[in-house]
């Protein structure tokens, strides 16, 4: 440390500007003193004589001076703060620390009015590096803070998005269950209504479901004949055979078209259960073009064996997909392709309906194994939809 003829003191690199109290003399060329042991420049004004006249009572009353300035220091520069300090604010801390070893330099050099204004600068430099750590500190928790309100506010909005998926959910079943609520009861009005109105229609129309009712009668005798000759379980063909018999003795046989037509697709499947322990032979693909001719079926032959398209095809309704199930249960032999014919690029509907198609198909009974869905590029005028049976 040296002291500049301007009044500063300089500490290594650093200037610091000491203000020289009021009446002291500058030091300069012509009235510079020299300073020895204790020896301090003159300073004038009664404040320097009030602060030696009280250094020399307390020296004389008590025995010794005031603890020299840098012992207070010693405690300030420890603990875990000041470790905490030096690793957040590194170069605060360097200026504490030298301002505080120039402190005792200065002491143990007996320039006690130095190590006095040395200290002071340590312990600001000091605080400077501990504010500086404290709000580093501030800053890590007000971040922390903020990432946690951020977590819980996507919480919160996970889930709100959550709660709306399941009040969805639930107004779609209850949409969905009100639909077929309404559906059922319309499909028992429109029954009741057919009924009602076969009881009061025009001969013609009671003529005309009194011979589909017959037909179906006759049709589900012959099946069941089939089905006995071919090993079907006599308990079965016995059962069938009863309702069969109740139905022909009906009093009017155009009431019982609905209960014909359900014992046609029983035994139906009784025959197909029954074809399944025989080979596939000419009579029973003769038989199943017969059957869906029946259902307004077209059937053409092709490489890919028996080909079945029409409405109940195209149209894949309740009731279609009932009469189509049954046909497919009276003659279970080998796998059933949906095709879907036409070039690709026009038959994206087609793939929709043919999905839709197979899964109805398994909701009427046929197993899910047994449908595939195949695709064939063909260039054709109006594709559509096929139902392909190979093993026939």
């Given amino acids: ?40 420049p003159a300073r004038g004004g009664w404040r320097a004589a009030c602060g030696a006249l009280l250094v020399a009572l307390g020296g004389a ?18 603990g875990s703060r000041v470790e905490l300090a030096r690793q957040a604010a590194p170069e605060l801390m360097a200026q504490a620390e030298a301002a505080r070893d120039e402190a005792a330099r200065s002491e143990r050099e007996g320039q006690t009015e130095d190590a006095g204004e040395l200290a002071t600068e340590a312990r600001l430099w000091l605080a400077a590096a501990l504010a500086e750590a404290d709000a ?22 996970q889930l709100e998005r959550e709660r709306e998926a399941v009040v969805s959910a639930d ?20 029954a009741g209504y057919e009924a009602r109105r076969l009881r009061r229609d025009d001969s013609d129309t009671r003529a005309l479901y009194r011979e589909t009712s017959l037909a179906l009668q006759q049709r589900t005798a012959a099946l069941l004949a089939a089905a006995r000759a071919m090993g079907a379980p006599t308990a079965d063909v016995d059962r069938l055979e009863q309702q069969l018999a109740t139905l022909r003795t009906a009093p009017r046989a155009e009431l019982v078209v609905a209960e014909a037509d359900a014992l046609l697709s029983d035994a139906s499947a009784l025959l197909g259960a029954a074809r399944r322990g025989h080979g596939a032979d000419p009579n029973e693909t003769a038989a199943l073009i017969e059957a869906a001719g029946e259902r307004g079926l077209q059937a053409t032959r092709s490489e890919r064996g028996l ?17 189509l199930a ?18 690709r690029a026009r038959t994206a509907a087609l793939r929709r309906k043919a999905s839709a198609l197979q899964a109805g198909l398994a909701r009427a009974g046929v197993p899910a194994e047994r449908v595939t869905v195949v695709e064939v590029s063909a260039d054709m005028e109006e594709p559509g939809l096929r139902l392909a049976l190979p093993a026939y």
């Fill in 1 to 40: 440390m040296r002291r500049a003829a301007s009044g500063s003191v300089t500490i290594g690199r650093r200037v610091h500007i000491v203000r020289p109290p009021a009446g002291a003399v500058p030091v300069g060329p012509g009235n510079e003193r020299h300073v020895r042991g204790n020896e301090r």
């Fill in 61 to 78: 009353g008590c025995g010794g001076g005031p603890p020299p300035p840098t012992q207070s220091l010693v405690p300030l520069f420890e």
């Fill in 136 to 157: 580093q500190a501030l800053d890590r928790e007000r971040a922390s803070d903020t990432e946690a309100a951020e977590r819980a506010a996507g919480a919160t909005l």
């Fill in 171 to 190: 107004a779609d079943a209850q949409a969905a269950q009100l639909a077929s609520a309404t559906a059922q009861r319309a499909f028992e009005h429109a």
């Fill in 307 to 323: 080909q079945l398209h029409g409405r109940l095809v195209d149209r894949p309704e309740r009731a279609a997909l009932q009469q």
């Fill in 326 to 343: 049954a046909l497919l249960a009276a003659h279970p032999r080998g796998v059933v392709q949906i095709l879907v014919l036409g070039p």
